[in-house]
């Protein structure tokens, strides 16, 4: 606008896009994206032999279940209409070992938990379970470790397959390998159809990246973690290199494809979202979530509002489905609708 048109009327903009954020119901009418819990999927820790729900410190609100909880916060979470549940075991601290057996003993706490879950809500939850070694194994690794203590790729996928095979018979419908070893959808995905599981699905955890904001998780699955994953994981630097992951999980057979962390790799999901015809997920981790409630218990952020805005963030940036531990209360404010 220059200084001859000043005062006049027509200097005035005739394009107004506030006239579509006048009340709510425009806003409402307008939304290009909206949170359904037919999108969400609420990640749950089952721990074995306790008989009382135990509290997450680092993760308010969130516990380690008991068997018997579990199945009512699976029911709880169904009745919401939330799309599914994501289970992850915490075998008893003795039980662990170099190899993870409580991982493939069909009586392992999560084969346990996901026979219960199937019990309560049969198929109205997609029922899966976390596919990795570090929640059975003595040394917290994602894998099991060779002579010189690295974790071992082809070792691994072979736990990982005679896991995946335990984890389908006791009722997962969707395993979720999340241990980002060289070949692990593939692998996995021979070995269920070898067993006779080919309507058991893969969600790949494709880009999933080293992350100072699993923190709380490690607290979660009482981890025993020493050191780090970053020879496995992804550097936090790398967005492109989410795309060469992405090509191979889609080549050896991924049905639903994984961006973990969510909000700071917010950029990676929407690559991954743009270049794929398979549904993609976002999981929302510990870290991103002890974040709000953390800042919201001080009073520093509006809580509900914080989780809606983070929530919308995902769909906007293409996530079909959310992991993330609001799953049920989120649900239950939206409704089925
Ligand atoms: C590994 C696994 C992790 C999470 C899910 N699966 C931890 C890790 O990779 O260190 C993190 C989930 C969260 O932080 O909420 N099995």
Redesign the pocket.
């Known amino acids: 606008m220059n200084d001859a048109n000043a005062g006049f009327p027509g200097a005035f903009p005739t394009v107004r896009p506030r006239r579509l954020r006048t009340t709510p119901a425009m806003r409402r009418m307008v939304a290009e994206h909206r949170l359904h819990p037919a999108d969400l999927i609420l990640?749950a820790f089952v721990r074995e032999g306790i008989d009382q729900p135990v509290p997450i410190g680092s993760m308010p609100g969130v516990v380690q279940h008991s068997r018997d909880s579990l199945r009512k916060a699976a029911a709880e979470a169904a009745a919401a209409g939330v799309a599914g549940i994501m289970l992850?075991g915490v075998p008893e601290e003795a039980k662990k070992d170099a190899v993870g057996s409580p991982g493939t003993d069909p009586d392992g706490i999560l084969q346990q938990a996901l026979r219960d879950v199937r019990a309560e809500v049969g198929d109205d939850l997609v029922v899966m379970s976390?596919l990795?070694l570090?929640?059975v194994v003595d040394h917290g690794h994602?894998g099991v470790l060779d002579a010189a203590g690295r974790v071992d790729n082809d070792a691994t996928l072979a736990r990982y397959a005679e896991m995946a095979v335990v984890q389908a018979e006791a009722g997962a419908h969707v395993l979720g390998p999340?241990?980002m070893m060289d070949g692990q959808v593939g692998y996995v995905r021979r070995a269920l159809d070898a067993a006779g599981h080919r309507d058991v699905a893969l969600l790949a955890y494709t880009a999933?990246y080293a992350s100072a904001?699993?923190g709380?998780?490690?607290e979660?699955v009482n981890?025993s973690?020493k050191g780090d994953?970053k020879t496995y994981?992804q550097d936090p630097a790398n967005g492109r290199e989410a795309l060469r992951e992405l090509e191979l999980d889609l080549a050896e057979g991924a049905d639903m494809v994984m961006v973990?962390?969510g909000l700071p790799y917010l950029d990676v999901l929407c690559r991954v979202a743009d270049a794929v015809t398979v549904p993609v997920a976002a999981?929302q981790?510990?870290?991103e979530?002890a974040m709000v409630e953390a800042a919201a218990e001080r009073g520093w952020l509006d809580r509900d509002r914080t989780i809606d805005e983070t929530l919308t963030a995902f769909k906007r940036a293409g996530a079909d489905m959310i992991l993330t531990y609001w799953a049920t209360e989120v649900a239950q404010r939206y409704g089925r609708a």
């Open positions: 990640p992850f976390d990795c570090d929640e994602c999340s241990g999933k904001f699993y709380p998780f490690r979660a981890s973690l994953r994981q973990k962390p999981y981790i510990s870290g979530y």
